[in-house]
C-alpha cells in the first residue's frame, strides 16, 4: 500500500468514527504528506519508517524553524496514522509510540478589552453595502460574542437554529458534539432581524423558483454557507472601521474576550467550559493566568506603591 493510500485510508476512518472536522482532517493531510515526502527523500516509506525515521523528522521540522506546537501536531499525527496502521494489520508495530513530543509554549491567549468589543460590535451595526448586510453583520457580530463559538460552528449555524426567537442555541462542534449556549438580549435582537430579512429573502427566491439555502448566513459558494476565510476578511474591515488594531482582531480573539469578559464578572470555569465546548476543563484554565495578568498589570499601572518615586 503506498503512503498516499495509507493517507486516504487514515483520514476515511478520523471522518467515519472520530466525526473529524474537515479542518482537522486537512491539517492531519498536510502533515502527514509532509513526512511522506521527507520519508521518499531517504529511501523510505510508512512501510518501512523506524523510530530513528520519525526522531530525525522532528529534527528536521526543528531546524526548519517550526513552532513547538507544529512540531507536537506533526508528531500526533504521525502516532495516530501508525496507531491506524497496527490496528489494520498494516503494521505489526508503532515507530512513533514512545516518542516524546517537544510539548507546546505557554502563552497567554491574546483577547479584548469591553470597549474594544463595543466598538467592534457599534461598528458592525453600520458596515455593509446595503441594510441587509448591515442586519448580517451585527448578527454575526452579536452571536459570536454572546457565545464564544469557533468561526466554523458559527458560520455553518442552520437557518432551523434560529427559529422562534430562541434564548439558547444548540451548537455541532468538533467531533459532531452538541451543546447548548445562551444568547444574550442584544443577540437576540439581533438574530431575530436577521431571520426577518433572510425569511424575506427566502420568500422572494420561491417566488423566483431559486432554491432557499439551509444556512443562517447563506451564500452562493459550494459550502453553502459563509466561509471561515471570508468571515476573516470581514473582521479585519470591521477592526478598521471601529479604530481597534486589526492585527488584534480575530474571530478567536473575540473566542477568548468571551470567555475572559465572562470569568471577570464571576462566572463559573465549568460553565465557561460547557459554553467553549472545551473537552477538557485544564484547556479552560488559561483564562485564569488571562486574569492574574490583567489583575496584576492593574496593580502596577494604578497602585501608588507600585510607582516609580
Known amino acids: 500500500m503506498t503512503d498516499a493510500r495509507w493517507i486516504s485510508s487514515f483520514l476515511e476512518a478520523a471522518a467515519a468514527e472520530r466525526g473529524a472536522a474537515t479542518n482537522t482532517q486537512l491539517a492531519y493531510g498536510r502533515d502527514l504528506q509532509d513526512f511522506s515526502e521527507w520519508l521518499a527523500g531517504r529511501g523510505s516509506d510508512f512501510i518501512r519508517a523506524e523510530r530513528a525515521d520519525v526522531e530525525g523528522y522532528l529534527v528536521h521540522c526543528d531546524a526548519q524553524g517550526f513552532a513547538k506546537s507544529t512540531r507536537a501536531r506533526r508528531l500526533s499525527a504521525i502516532k495516530q496514522i501508525y496507531r491506524f496502521a497496527f490496528e489494520e494489520g498494516l503494521r505489526g508495530d508503532n515507530p512513533a509510540l514512545q516518542i516524546a513530543g517537544p510539548g507546546r509554549d505557554k502563552r497567554l491567549p491574546k483577547t479584548l478589552s469591553t470597549d474594544e468589543v463595543d466598538r467592534l460590535l457599534a461598528a458592525a451595526e453600520t458596515l455593509g453595502r446595503t441594510p441587509a448586510d448591515r442586519l ?72 423566483e423558483g431559486r432554491p432557499v439555502s439551509a444556512f443562517l448566513f447563506a451564500s452562493r459558494g459550494a459550502s453553502g454557507h459563509l466561509t471561515r476565510h471570508a468571515f476573516y476578511a470581514f473582521i479585519k474591515d470591521l477592526a478598521v472601521a471601529a479604530g481597534v488594531s486589526p ?11 468571551f470567555a475572559t469578559h465572562l470569568l471577570e464578572n464571576g462566572a463559573d470555569l465549568r460553565a465557561i467550559q460547557t459554553f467553549l465546548g472545551h473537552a477538557d476543563v485544564a484547556t479552560t484554565e488559561i483564562y485564569t493566568h488571562v486574569l492574574e495578568e490583567r489583575l496584576r498589570e492593574l496593580v502596577f499601572d494604578h497602585h501608588p506603591l507600585a510607582r516609580s518615586p
Open 136 to 207: 448580517r453583520n451585527a448578527c454575526l457580530m452579536q452571536v459570536l460574542y454572546a457565545t464564544g463559538m469557533r468561526v466554523t460552528e458559527l458560520v455553518s449555524l442552520p437557518m432551523s437554529a434560529a427559529k422562534g426567537d430562541p434564548r439558547l442555541l444548540l451548537v455541532r462542534g468538533k467531533g459532531g458534539k452538541e451543546r447548548l449556549v445562551p444568547l444574550s438580549p442584544p443577540a437576540r435582537a439581533a438574530l431575530a432581524a436577521w431571520v426577518e430579512e433572510r425569511d424575506r429573502q427566502d420568500g422572494v427566491a420561491r417566488a
Open 247 to 257: 492585527a488584534k482582531v480575530t474571530p478567536h480573539t473575540m473566542r477568548h474576550a
